[in-house]
């Protein structure tokens, strides 16, 4: 059976992998500092992650793995909004203009969300065929 919400997670994973392969230059400021020299291949692997786990959860067979697999994924990446939501915070107080402070709420607003994906990622854990 799939676990409820479950295309909450595969959705946003899979139009994300695509973005992180096809415009890389997207993600690579959000990598925190200490990972920053090797922020193209990063991005690149978490692009393939992504992938990787989109298609493992849609299939029965795979989902169980697929869905420990994304959990900790969604899990490894939360540092990566972190530093996104910092960042955008001192441009917001730099600027203060009405872009800037709405893109840091939209980014605050994301890092509680993911907690309810990595729920249901988790979830997926129990959903084999």
């Known amino acids: 059976m799939e676990p409820r919400g479950l295309p909450l997670v595969i959705v946003p994973f899979a139009v994300s992998g695509v973005i992180h392969l096809v415009r890389p230059e997207t993600f690579e400021p959000i990598i925190p500092r200490p990972l920053r020299a090797r922020r193209h291949e990063l991005v690149l692997l978490s692009g393939v992650a992504e992938l990787a786990c989109a298609a493992g959860l849609l299939h029965p067979r795979t989902r169980p793995r697929a869905g420990l697999v994304s959990a900790a994924l969604l899990t490894a990446v939360w540092p990566a909004n972190a530093q996104m939501s910092l960042d955008l915070g001192r441009r917001a107080a730099r600027r203060?203009?009405?872009?800037?402070?709405?893109?840091?709420?939209?980014?605050?607003?994301?890092?509680?969300?993911?907690?309810?994906?990595?729920?249901?990622?988790?979830?997926?854990?129990?959903?084999?065929?």
């Open 96 to 129: 203060r203009d009405a872009r800037s402070v709405a893109s840091l709420a939209v980014s605050l607003a994301r890092l509680p969300l993911q907690v309810p994906l990595i729920r249901i990622a988790w979830a997926a854990r129990e959903a084999g065929p």
